[in-house]
């Protein structure tokens, strides 16, 4: 089965900007669109973007996504304590019909 | 404003049938272009997504889980009904449901209901 791939962790400090990638194995996978969620501890995943790029309503636009060939980013500018959270991407495969999520990343504000 | 909420059991024997409820409002699941999803999530793991149904009953099942899963909706309740057949102890998650908006691509979750964690345990 295809997967996407997340390193386990990021840091920075406050202010800077941090880029978490997510890189799919399969190129069925890789010509998805990617949607990004932040999960903040205890709490449920949160929308940040989708279509590679699109943020929803309400979505600070220090966070931005973006995409080329199988490899999906989302860069966070301005980095904040409240950011602090398990970030994850996922794509639907469509040559078998599944949603795939990548592992997650936890970042770290030092 | 959409909510989802999910209920059911918080604790089941292995070998029993999980069923989950999520009840939604804000939204109509006879609306084109809409659907509901479940995803879950071990403790301290990432998440896992089951299974999605559509506004015209079209239903996505994960491969690994296939063979024990099903879900289906009643509009007139405003509910979506996963159930998990033959549960382990591995099956141990907090299961979410989520709000699909195909105008917003393939398969997007937004919002999500709080989740609900079962254990599954003797």
């Known amino acids: 089965q295809s997967v996407l791939t997340q390193s386990p962790s990021a840091s920075g400090t406050p202010g800077q900007t941090v880029t978490i990638s997510c890189s799919a194995s399969s190129s069925s996978l890789g010509r998805s669109s990617v949607n990004w969620f932040q999960q903040l501890p205890g709490t449920a995943p949160r929308l940040l973007i989708y279509n590679d790029y699109q943020r929803p309503s309400g979505v600070p636009d220090r966070f931005s996504g973006s995409k080329s060939g199988s490899a999906a980013s989302l860069a966070i500018s301005g980095l904040q304590s409240a950011d602090e959270a398990d970030y994850f991407c996922?794509?639907?495969?469509?040559?078998?019909?599944?949603?795939?999520f990548g592992g997650g990343t936890k970042l770290t504000v030092l | 404003q959409i909510a989802l909420k999910e209920s059911g059991p918080t604790r089941v024997i292995p070998t029993q049938t999980l069923t989950l409820t999520c009840t939604y409002s804000g939204f109509s699941l006879s609306t084109i272009g809409l659907g509901v999803g479940w995803i879950r999530q071990p403790p301290g793991k990432a998440l896992e997504w089951l299974t999605h149904i559509y506004w015209d009953d079209d239903k996505h099942y994960s491969t690994s889980l296939k063979s024990r899963l099903t879900v289906t909706k009643d509009i007139s309740r405003n509910q979506v009904v996963l159930t998990l057949a033959n549960m382990d102890p591995v099956d141990t998650a907090t299961y979410f449901c989520?709000?699909?908006?195909?105008?917003?691509?393939?398969?997007?979750?937004?919002?999500w209901g709080p989740g609900i964690l079962v254990t599954v345990s003797s």
């Open positions: 996922s794509a639907w495969d469509d040559s078998v019909n599944v949603l795939i």
């Open positions: 989520a709000h699909i908006n195909m105008v917003r691509g393939a398969v997007t979750f937004d919002p």
